[in-house]
């Protein structure tokens, strides 16, 4: 049967400088040629893996962790939190002075203007300050919403809100995300649609975003700059990104 290869961007092809190695590049090329197929798993949002899609010849995805899946460049799967639990959310929010920025497929927006932690958290991403409408989602879909709160503060959204997921990227952030959504779901909506089984994947990863989708494909690569759940719930661990582990792990596993 045919495989086909998921990988996460940051930490995964994209090295501690967000810039994509030649050998992950060279990878790539050598495992399609072998006839693997390629996709991209992340939490990013589409507009901000467009250059490396164009890179990468890559025209299948599963993007915002899950909530927002394209194969051979068609949208197959979309979900995201309703308007009126985001509402919820965001007002507890406003409450405590805790800002959000929403995201589809285009574009990214704040609900407030001059916020540190959004501010620091997006330069991590190489990503300026986002326009500001707090109003956005009521007016487009939002696939994904950022909240900008400190890690003990993240306990009081999961008691307030069990129907949603609270996954920690940055100490001023974590996605939010409907409950039981993952790029494990993602994958596997994609998978579903072209024909074969999950136990026919292999994902690269480093993240806690990563955890359910390295757990559930059929063999899980955890990136030795990874988090230690992840390298946890891996089949097995690569060496640094920095110190072309994505390569070797590849050399090692034969796909290449």
Request: glycine residues 8%.
């Amino acid at each position: 049967m045919k495989k086909i290869l998921f990988f996460d961007v940051d930490g995964t092809l994209y090295n501690s400088n967000k810039q994509l190695p030649s050998t992950a590049k060279e990878a790539l090329f050598k495992a399609r040629e072998n006839g693997y197929e390629i996709a991209i798993a992340t939490g990013r949002a589409p507009f901000m893996i467009a250059d490396l899609l164009e890179e990468l010849q890559i025209d299948s995805y599963v993007t915002f962790n899950g909530q927002y899946v394209v194969y051979k460049g068609k949208v197959i799967y979309t979900n995201q939190i309703a308007n009126d639990l985001l509402a919820d959310i965001l007002q507890f929010g406003a409450e405590r002075n805790h800002p959000f920025v929403f995201l589809n497929e285009r574009e990214m927006i704040a609900t407030k203007e001059g916020s540190c932690e959004i501010e620091e958290s997006l330069a991590t991403l190489h990503y300026p300050y986002p326009e500001v409408n707090a109003d956005y989602y009521l007016q487009t879909p939002v696939y994904q919403t950022l909240l900008f709160a400190n890690t003990h503060e993240q306990a009081t959204y999961e008691h307030q809100f069990p129907g949603v997921e609270f996954v920690r990227w940055h100490p001023y952030s974590c996605d939010m995300l409907p409950k039981g959504g993952s790029k494990a779901v993602g994958i596997q909506k994609l998978v579903n649609h072209i024909g074969i089984d999950m136990s026919e994947v292999i994902a690269f990863g480093d993240g806690l975003n990563d955890v359910e989708m390295l757990r559930e494909v059929g063999f899980g690569v955890a990136m030795g700059n990874g988090h230690e759940e992840a390298k946890e719930s891996a089949s097995i661990v690569a060496g640094h990104v920095d110190e072309d582990g994505l390569f070797r792990v590849m050399k090692q596993l034969k796909i290449i």
